[in-house]
């Protein structure tokens, strides 16, 4: 899944669309305004819009396929006390 910018919490700082190595991101530069997702295909998942964000206004959703194969399945035992 793409990002997805809460419209509430943003503030259109433009930030997410600076950093994004993928230019997932597009932006109207009139003052304030929320970013698109214009090629949400395009997103490596690399977090770097989440982090950066100065209203904690991405949320990345990943893809199915992605966490199962990234996922520590020892991690998981620990914190379930195995
Ligand atoms: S970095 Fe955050 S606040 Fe700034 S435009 Fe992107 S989503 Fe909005
Ligand atoms: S997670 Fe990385 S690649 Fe995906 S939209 Fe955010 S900055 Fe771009």
Redesign the pocket.
Known sequence: MP?V??KE?????????E?CPCEV?D?DHAPK???VVLYPRECWHCNA?VL???????DLRFPLHYMITTTDAAALNHKAGD
Do not use: E, M
Request: one cysteine or more.
């Open positions: 990002p910018i809460d919490k943003c503030i259109g700082c433009g930030l997410c669309v950093i991101f932006i305004t929320v970013p819009c950066d964000c100065p209203r904690k206004a991405v």
